[in-house]
């Protein structure tokens, strides 16, 4: 059932749902041949471009009376009151009592954010700073490991949204990577993942990123602690192998514990949500494997994205239509199931990445 804080009653309760209730009735019997024939204009009336993406929605059960019940049903909601409080940085997260701002992460010309009393937009540019410096350095060949040899190699260690965002964007633009550096990803606890992937590896040119928020993920700390194992059996105990680690987290205390060397973390916030962290420093992989440029360029495309969704018209803002007829199909006809069929191999990560994102 879907509430809303902002109501003194459930959503479901309301005359917007009854009306849609009524209308699902009306369009049970009917199929999209019908409704395509009924209207040779379906196609241009259901179908919005936006930055050469074309989003087609004329091949769903809907028609303009459809779209107008549920944009009355979020205009009810109060979406657009939502929407900007989400860009405020108020309290969204009610389970965590905590913004949700990964919003911030794709916009650095904003001057002041304010969280608890404290800017973060400066420490979002240092971040950003240090994240270019690390992966300049690395792709000039200049980030020696504790024998002096340059690294070429490069294992990100996470799990759920420390894993698939990076390697997801990796992934897709695999063809851009830089031909100096390889970018690896091990996620799984199966220790066969990780011996396989150190198997193919020299120790002395190799750096693990450790990308847990918590810093406590059972599964992160197992890859890392084999990493450990790895480069001490291979490089010797008396090797300095913080050289081969970078830490990011929101706890500075267990990167330090665990051995990553202070100049070598990257912060995390609480209020980057897991699964929306691909835009700050657990995005890194992606500045080392396709430069920090592509990287700026992937943070900018996504706050014009954030620009549309916060300022167009709900009847025409592309993401809460997309919602909107996921309430639509979900509430009214009881589908359970979303597919997400990619068009090119190199995005065979995304229905994972968005499995997680919509869950």
């Keep these: ?87 405020s940085g108020e309290e969204l997260n009610i389970t965590e009592h905590r913004p949700a701002l990964h919003t911030c992460l794709r916009n650095l010309s904003i001057p002041n954010l304010e969280v608890n009393g404290v800017n973060v937009m400066p420490g979002i540019r240092e971040v950003h700073d240090r994240m270019r410096d690390i992966s300049e350095r690395l792709r000039a060949g200049l980030w020696l490991g504790s024998t002096g040899k340059p690294v070429t190699a490069v294992v990100n260690l996470g799990v759920g949204g420390s894993d698939l965002g990076p390697r997801m964007v990796c992934e897709a633009f ?60 291979t490089l010797g105990s008396e090797r300095d192998i913080s050289k081969h680690f970078i830490g990011i987290s929101t706890s500075s205390n267990k990167m330090n514990d665990f051995g990553v060397a202070a100049e070598n973390q990257l912060p995390q916030w609480d209020w980057v949500g897991g699964r929306y962290s691909v835009w700050s420093a657990t995005g890194l992989p992606i500045a080392i494997s396709i430069g920090m440029h592509a990287f700026e360029q992937f943070l900018e495309g996504a706050q014009v994205a954030d620009q549309h969704f916060r300022y167009s018209d709900l009847d025409k803002n592309i993401p809460v239509l997309q919602a909107l007829i996921s309430i639509w199909y979900n509430n009214f006809f009881g589908a359970s199931t979303l597919a997400i069929l990619p068009y090119d191999h190199r995005l065979h990560v995304l229905p994972e990445f968005l499995q997680q994102l919509e869950m």
């Design 1 to 87: 059932m879907i509430k809303t804080d902002r109501l003194d009653y459930p959503l479901t309760e309301s005359s917007q749902w009854k009306s849609l209730q009524a209308h699902e009735k009306s369009l049970s019997k009917t199929n999209l041949a019908t409704l395509f024939e009924q209207d040779k204009k379906r196609f241009q009336s259901f179908s919005f471009a936006f930055n050469h993406l074309l989003y087609d929605f004329s091949k769903n059960l809907i028609t303009g009376e459809t779209l107008q019940l549920l944009v009355a049903l979020a205009e009810k909601a109060k979406l657009t009151e939502r929407v900007n409080a989400l860009f």
């Design 174 to 233: 695999k063809k851009q990577a830089s031909i100096h550096i390889q970018m690896l990803f091990v996620s799984s606890i199966d220790g066969n993942e990780v011996v396989d992937t150190l198997r193919k590896l020299d120790p002395e040119k190799t750096l693990f990123i450790v990308s847990s928020k918590s810093f406590s993920t059972a599964d992160t700390l197992v890859n890392a602690e084999t990493a450990k194992n790895w480069l001490r059996d």
